[in-house]
């Protein structure tokens, strides 16, 4: 199972860059969205640290050799529906190869309590590294209840990628789920009273598509 330690701040040069150009409220939509493709890759890297490994036999132009190559089942992406499409899209480009797997949920406005809309993942989730994400882990709430849902589906080895976290919502997963792992690009300040991350960069759905 992972050695990853439970909080992963992710302090690479290009990853903060990026991001401070994704929380200026004056990035247009377009660069936002590319920006997130490209910070995408680079925390991808990160949370693919542990995928198993073994070798094969290959042969070059010079001789044969035992290659190292990925082993085991694809691993599952899972985006949390809507924001974590933007994570997914650049994740993709990296590891083409990987299943996936969507989780949606809304806030019932009665009792706050997240309410599940859709839900679809690959088979096999048992043997799979599964990596759900979404930009931002602010009350946690819904990414709670998202591993909640992969848990029931048989998944054992679920780590949780966004690129902001807040003190709030780290401490409430690891409270409900201190077997997951989270990799994030910044830890924020606090959350305010509409359950936004500060300094954050807003609502990260909007920022992507272009809504208000
Ligand atoms: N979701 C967002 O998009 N932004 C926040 O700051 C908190 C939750």
Redesign the pocket.
């Known amino acids: 199972m992972t050695q990853l330690p439970h909080l992963t701040h992710v302090t690479h040069p290009l990853v903060q860059h990026k991001l401070t150009l994704m929380r200026d409220q004056d990035t247009p939509t377009a660069v936002f969205r590319q920006l997130l493709r490209e910070i995408s890759q680079l925390l991808a890297y990160e949370i693919t640290r542990e995928l198993p490994m073994t070798t094969k036999s290959i042969t070059t132009p010079m001789e044969e050799m035992e290659a190292p190559t990925l082993e085991g089942r694809k691993l599952a992406l899972i985006s949390i529906l809507r924001?974590g499409n933007g994570l997914l899209d650049g994740m993709l480009e990296l590891i083409p190869s990987a299943r996936v797997g969507f989780v949606g949920l809304y806030r019932d406005e009665d009792t706050l309590e997240p309410v599940q809309y859709y839900f679809k993942v690959p088979d096999h989730m048992s043997e799979r590294m599964v990596i759900a994400v979404d930009?931002?882990l602010?009350t946690g709430n819904s990414s709670i209840a998202a591993i909640d849902l992969l848990k029931k589906s048989g998944a054992k080895d679920i780590r949780f990628l966004c690129l902001?976290a807040s003190p709030e919502g780290i401490a409430a997963m690891k409270a409900a789920h201190p077997d997951v792992p989270i990799v994030t690009a910044a830890v924020d300040s606090h959350l305010n009273d509409h359950?936004?991350?500060v300094p954050?960069?807003?609502?990260?759905?909007?920022r992507m598509f272009g809504t208000k």
């Open positions: 924001a930009p931002m602010a902001l359950g936004y991350i954050g960069l807003g609502d990260a759905g909007d």
